[in-house]
Every structure is written in C-alpha cells, then in structure tokens.
C-alpha cells in the first residue's frame, strides 16, 4: 500500500481563532523550537519545495499557517483531505520579548480550542538533548489531552552510533520509557513514509 501527499496548497496564516480557516478538516500540527526544521519537513512531506517558507533565521514563523492538503491511499483508491498546521516556533527567536509573549498566547489558545486536532508532531533536533522549552511544550500538550509525536529532525547529520545514543537521551530526558521517537531527514526523506502511515492512521 503507498500513501502520499498528491496536493498541497497554502490556505491561510492566523494569530486569533476569527482567522482559522472556515472549511473544517482534520487537523496535523507541527510545533518545535525556532529553526528545528519545521518548514523543511513540511515541505519534504509534501514533495514540495517552497510550500513553507524556509529561512536561516529563527522565528521566521510568526502566525498559524494552514496548508490544506490531500492524502492518496492506494489499495484501495482512497482521498482525505486535511489541513498541515505550522505553528511559530518556540524559545530563541530574534525578536522581542513582548513578540514571543503574543505569539505564546495565539499557540496557546490555538492548541486549547481547535476541536480538528488529530495529533501534534513536536519536533526536536536529534543533534541535542531537549531544552527546557521542549519539556515545557511537552508538559504543555499533554495536559490538554492531545496526542503527540515526537519527531527527531536533522538524522542525516548524525552516524548510527550518535543516533542511538542520542536518541536514549531524548527519551530520557521526557520521562516516558515508551515514548515513540520518529527519526527523520528532510534532506535524504528517512522518516518520510513513517510519518504518512501516522497521518494516514489518524485521519
């Protein structure tokens, strides 16, 4: 059975409730600290090159941005339309202190009211233990009940060894023996079919 994405299309950014889009679908979000390959992966599941705007600088993610797209489950032909929502990241960003107070407010009561969330995909970089910012985020999702992910980015720059090590201290480090972990690359697509088969099931 082959599941992907056939159709990917921008559809709005938002900072309040008023503004999510006003066709209901199922909801996959993505949240990480600034610059951990959020747009990247986006766009590397969607086999679309500038769906997301990629940037070297972190924040550049500053509103809810919805992208609605269509999942093609062969065996047999099945459609599911649903939105990929890219959240601003969180911790260092070059901007102020009141800018990361706003956008923790609108990430806030985005994950707290949406009622189409299906799962969260919190990313972190594979290269380092989480930071207490992810611990917070973490805490923060669990304690409104929704199931989450947590996706290990950025895996190509690490050899298998650094990989297993580094990966025990990620799961270490959030307290849950049986946390699954979903190592992933944008760059060579490791991680790419999992994280549809995930979707899939979800949807």
Not at 122 to 135: F, G, T, Y
Request: aromatic share 8%; glycine share 4%; hydrophobic share 35%.
């Amino acid at each position: 059975m082959e599941i992907k994405i056939i159709k990917s299309d921008y559809v709005t950014s938002a900072v309040r409730s008023s503004q999510y889009p006003e066709e209901i679908l199922p909801e996959i979000v993505f949240i990480g600290r600034s610059n951990v390959g959020k747009s990247s992966l986006i766009n590397s599941l969607t086999n679309r090159k500038n769906l997301a705007r990629t940037s070297q600088t972190p924040g550049k993610t500053q509103t809810i941005n919805f992208y609605k797209a269509t999942l093609k489950i062969t065996e047999p032909p099945e459609f599911k339309n649903f939105y990929l929502v890219d959240l601003p990241g969180y911790g260092y960003a070059k901007t102020s202190k009141t800018n990361r107070g706003i956008w923790a407010k609108f990430i806030d009561e985005y994950l707290s009211k949406s009622l189409q969330i299906k799962f969260v995909c919190q990313l972190v970089d594979i290269r380092h233990p989480p930071q207490d910012s992810d611990l917070q985020m973490f805490k923060n999702i669990l304690e409104k009940n929704l199931p989450v992910l947590i996706i290990a980015t950025k895996s190509d720059k690490l050899s298998k060894n650094e990989r297993a090590k580094n990966l025990a201290v990620i799961k270490k480090s959030f307290g849950i023996d049986e946390l699954p972990i979903l190592p992933y690359s944008s760059k060579n697509g490791e991680g790419n079919s999992d994280l549809l088969d995930v979707i899939a099931d979800s949807l």
